[in-house]
């Protein structure tokens, strides 16, 4: 069952049916600004467009082409210099939530911590297996 909700970028109310957070009249404007970037794109000469180059010659928000390039309506392989920001640090990137150096950080940051808790682990094996000759005695 639909719920009502206000559209989040004019405000109004309308039926959100799970599928998008905007009203019916805002994803025909969005989807009439989506066809002029992708004519503009298509042009051969404007296929390494810069985001900034693209929001000039259109008059399309970076947000707006943010969002089609997260939800590949604009791909990076077809138009190389789209992309979105990382959610850590806002850096641009083209496939997943974060960039290659967050990803890279994230991962040297777990094994750092697996490190540790293996030398940990080993510490407290140790410990326990002392006390127990202890006991033996």
Known sequence: MAEVRNCSSCGEFFNYTGMRDI??????????????????LRKRENRAATMERIVEATGVSEELLHKWVRKNRLQPAMFPNLGYPCDNCGHITNSGKLCAKCQNEIKSDLRTFEAAKEFRD?????ERGAYLSDRNK
């Open 122 to 126: 080993n510490i407290a094996k140790s």
């Open 23 to 40: 009203c019916y009249k805002c994803a025909q404007n969005e989807e009439e600004l989506y066809q002029i970037v992708y004519r503009f």
